[in-house]
């Protein structure tokens, strides 16, 4: 919030001096004054309590003021602000044809709208990390910046002031939005079957506890899959003897029973619901599982949810002018209606081949 206070104190200062607006000044110079003294607060609290530095963290590590990671970072940037907020790109116009005619509505709001917006993307870029949850505050901006323009559209249409370009930015802006509701409801539909098939693998596993107290999930690294079963067995259902591993096809087999969980998936769709796997990745693994397991294959339990996904891919079009980077690294059609599928297959074993 610092460097965004600094830029509407800023602002404010410009019109003070230009209309007389000293008010605006003082509230800017208060708001940057808070927010200096609650990060210097946060700065305080957090050498008192965490012995990491700042740039150790969890997420700020992989901080990295690079060429190539804010080429990267605005490539997926584009992606995801295409995906949600085309609509918002006709209806600009509007706000330029109102500041030609000097009738510019609400311009400290849309100023401020905007210097908040621009100012959290640039903050995003220099990071790693999964953007789809942390598109809060560019949404909030965005969905000021868009009432603001669309309350200007409207205005233009009823005084009949170049209402034609006004009904024409309206009418495409109404097109690109409605695109969003088909993603938007394939989304939805996405994360049930993710978290169907997902519960329905640790009932199961909860199940089987008793006989199989030792799981091993082929995801070949420690992600928040394998934590989340750990953390359900473990800590919820307060099962201290079980225990949950990462398939290791390198290791050598293990004495015991044990089940082991193996997720899979196919048309899995991108710019859209985080998931813990990766359909690439996941098929490599579970072919490696296949390998080890040899006729212990038969799964004895089995999970799928599948719907047809209805998605128009508008980020694609950015693909001509972006091949290969990003999501135009794999080829998806523009309108995909493929069968999206995502369950889980679990193999009971009398003794582990990868533990």
Known sequence: MVPISAAWLL???????????????????ALLLASSIAALTYLALRSQFLDVSLSEGSYTNNLELSLARLVDSTVRWSGWLVRDFAWLAPLLWVPFLDLMDQRLRHPRLLVGAAIWTVAWIVIYLPWEFTIEYYMLPVAIGVGLIGGIVLVSTVSRIREKRRAAFAWMSLGLASMLWLTTLPNNYSNARQQFAVDTSNARMLEYLLMQVDDFPDVIVNIQYENEYVYEVRTFLQDVEDLERSTVTVFDPEQESADGPRLIASPYIQNQPLLAVRMGVVENTQIEWNQS?????????????????????????????????????????????????????????IYELPGDPGG
């Open 289 to 345: 599982l296949a390998e080890a397991l040899g006729s212990q294959a038969e799964p004895v339990f089995e999970w799928e949810e599948s719907f047809g996904l209805v998605l128009i891919d508008l980020p694609r079009l950015l693909c001509a002018a972006l091949p290969g980077r990003g999501y135009c690294a794999a080829e998806r059609p523009f309108i995909d209606t493929r069968e999206f599928s995502y369950g889980w297959k």
């Open 11 to 29: 602002v404010a200062l410009a019109r003070a001096r230009r209309e007389d607006r000293r008010a605006e000044a003082t509230r800017g110079g």
